[in-house]
């Protein structure tokens, strides 16, 4: 895929469509500005909910520039206070020390300190508590508000990139891109990456503004919140890294007479995320997850008192978002809320939800795993299983825990040792999967998006429709002709006869060949330099040709997802890596992008089977059995629900 750390990415890849009009803001209970209105088992799923989806999802990025802009926000003011505390030093300090002399002399004389120790101690308290009273003055305080306010106006008008600075940084971000991948449309590969062109601008201007406050090209102009932040993360690894790489930039710079050269793309990304995340731990964030309604999206809170600096409203966000949400998003949108209702209900129903106590002690183990490493939920829950949001990961995993412990009986290990009877049964699909089993297949998307504009074809899920069921009749009927050809040819000779065909027909294989050349819309971006100078061709999928391929990464290169398996129930790569025939073609199936017609060419045994004398291997047995008999127990759930106004479409 395209890099995006040309273009200063800070969100997740979505997919971007057709526009929605607006729409009322509060429409009536009867109706819904996504159509018609949404009952699950009953309950109507509110428009804020949805709306809360799309963007803590695919419109992620919108609600991330609020809490980045929050960290700057917090930063600077502390710098202001910084400089108005030295400010009223003067006015304050000396009068405290001499006042807190003057108390613990007092304190002294009517009763001798313990020690001398004791006597630091007591001054010191002593002296914090003058100072405190001290700043309480109105003078005081009239001086220490003007410095903290000019200081503050001083920082903004430095650091907040003018107009003139933004367009430049702009155009030169667009011009590397072009220089670097000439033959891509700009347009298309910006909203691939931001949604849309406007979106981009904004968090250009945003990213700017960060790097003059957090990441300056000098590290010697680091504040310290950015030294301890890599420090805290690496060591001074990094820190000597930043300072030699910046001597040898301006080394260059000096020699050349050119600008200073920008620091590496993927290096500066990293910088900045350790110091966002190093940042967005010192504020109290709340949302979906933590009970905020559904008219409030996030909640930032920097002193941790309970009452948030930042209140993002679900109303006040989507108005910014709705006109880049597609149909086909509201659609997937619909989809969770279908399934995740459905398999809550059912949860409730059979006593095997958490309440809040075990959801508070899941969330904790959750979170545990991750101590000592650089992972974490945001990472698990976006680019391990593919959840369009930490909060929907962090529903579905609660509910996941409540299968978890209701289904833990069935997982006992029996009385003569041997593993539990359903995982017995689960054994061997579990050994094709993690015991490295292989399957090579082609693939052939006939798809409903227009993968290299990025862009929705109009009419795009039934026109692909047609098209992949035209395909496959094609296909049947060449196989279904070569067949009878090769009888009728057979007949002749064991007759003793000549047979002459009427007419070619083509070998099944190199007719799929043909068809999987014209037909598939699988899509690889150019190399950097444009077209001519390929490089590697891992991530390449060949117009659907994947080779030999692992479960796994041949989920993702299919388009597949663990939340688009779970939600749906629906996976093209699990039929084709473990039921589909060898040498058969099938489909069409519907798929995240369109509808996809398979061919397996063969597949290879495990080579490294579980080992259940391992406990480890026993305990990934398990959980691949909870996790892949949930989606089993999820979509019985979907399917046995009442569900008005949505046609789930799987």
Request: with cysteine; proline share 6%.
């Amino acid at each position: 895929m395209v890099t995006r750390t040309l273009l200063l990415g800070l969100a997740g890849v979505a997919l971007a469509a057709p526009l929605l009009s607006a729409t009322p803001q509060a429409p009536a209970p009867e109706t819904s500005m996504f159509g018609e209105p949404l009952f699950v088992n009953g309950k109507r799923i509110p428009d804020a909910e949805i709306q809360r989806y799309l963007i803590y999802g695919p419109c992620r990025l919108q609600l991330e520039m609020f809490r980045v802009g929050l960290i700057i926000e917090d930063e600077l003011d502390r710098r202001a206070r910084d400089e108005a505390n030295i400010a009223v030093e003067p006015m304050v300090g000396p009068a405290a020390k001499a006042a807190a002399e003057k108390a613990v002399a007092a304190q002294e004389a009517a009763k001798p300190f313990e020690s001398p120790e004791a006597r630091a101690k007591a001054l010191e308290q002593e002296t914090a508590r003058q100072r405190a009273a001290r700043m309480q003055d109105s003078a005081v305080r009239a001086e220490w508000t003007k410095k903290r306010d000019n200081e503050r106006k001083l920082m903004e008008e430095q650091l907040v990139p003018t107009d003139e600075e933004f367009e430049a940084e702009f155009r030169r971000t667009l011009e590397e891109f072009k220089k670097t991948y000439p033959v891509l449309n700009i347009d298309a590969e910006v909203s691939r990456a931001f949604r849309s062109v406007p979106w981009y601008r904004d968090n250009l201007r945003q990213t700017m503004y960060f790097d003059r406050v957090f990441y300056p090209e000098n590290p010697d102009e680091w504040p310290i919140t950015t030294v301890e932040a890599v420090r805290a993360d690496s060591g001074d690894v990094l820190l000597t890294d930043a300072q030699q790489s910046y001597q040898m930039r301006k080394e260059h710079a000096e020699k050349t007479g050119e600008p200073l050269p920008k620091e590496d793309g993927i290096y500066t990304q990293m910088m900045r995320q350790i110091v966002r995340d190093a940042m967005f731990g010192t504020i109290d964030w709340k949302s979906e997850f933590d009970g905020l309604p559904d008219d409030i999206v996030l909640t930032g809170d920097r002193d941790f008192d309970g009452k948030p600096e930042l209140v993002v409203r679900t109303a006040d966000l989507w108005s910014k978002v709705k006109d880049t949400v597609s149909s086909t998003e509201i659609d997937e949108a619909k989809r969770w809320f279908v399934t995740s209702h459905a398999t809550h209900d059912r949860l409730e129903k059979e006593g095997a939800l958490l309440d809040p106590t075990a959801r508070a002690q899941a969330l904790a183990e959750l979170k545990k795993q991750f101590e000592g490493t650089y992972f974490n939920i945001d990472i698990m829950a976006t680019q391990t299983y593919y959840f369009p949001s930490t909060e929907s990961f962090l529903d579905y995993h609660m509910m996941l825990e409540g299968y978890r412990k209701k289904i833990a009986p069935q997982l006992v290990q029996q009385e003569n040792g041997d593993i539990a009877p359903v995982l017995r049964t689960h054994l061997e699909a579990a050994n094709r999967i993690m015991g490295l089993g292989q399957v090579d297949v082609e693939i052939m998307l006939v798809s409903a998006f227009d993968i290299p504009n990025f862009q929705w074809k109009p009419d795009g899920w039934m026109s692909a429709k047609k098209k992949a069921d035209a395909v496959k009749v094609q296909l049947d009927a060449n196989s279904a002709e070569y067949n009878a050809e090769r009888a009728k040819r057979a007949q002749a000779q064991a007759e003793g006869k000549e047979y002459t065909a009427e007419k070619e027909v083509p070998e099944p294989f190199r007719f799929w060949t043909d068809m999987v050349n014209e037909h598939s819309e699988y899509w690889d971006p150019p190399s950097p330099e444009g077209a001519g100078k390929r490089g590697s061709d891992v991530a390449m999928k060949n117009r659907g040709r994947f080779g030999l391929r692992y479960r796994n990464d041949l989920q993702g290169f299919v388009g597949e997802t663990p939340f688009s398996h779970w939600v749906t129930g629906a996976s093209v790569t699990d039929y084709v890596f473990a039921e589909q025939a060898e040498n058969t073609v099938a489909g069409p199936f519907r798929g995240p992008q369109g509808y996809y017609i398979t061919r397996v060419q063969r597949r290879t045994p495990p080579t490294r089977p579980l080992n259940l004398g391992d406990p480890k291997h026993v305990d990934l047995l398990k959980d691949d059995y909870v996790r892949t008999s949930f989606i089993t127990y999820a979509q019985e759930a979907r399917k046995s629900a009442v569900v008005k106004g949505f046609d789930f479409g799987y």
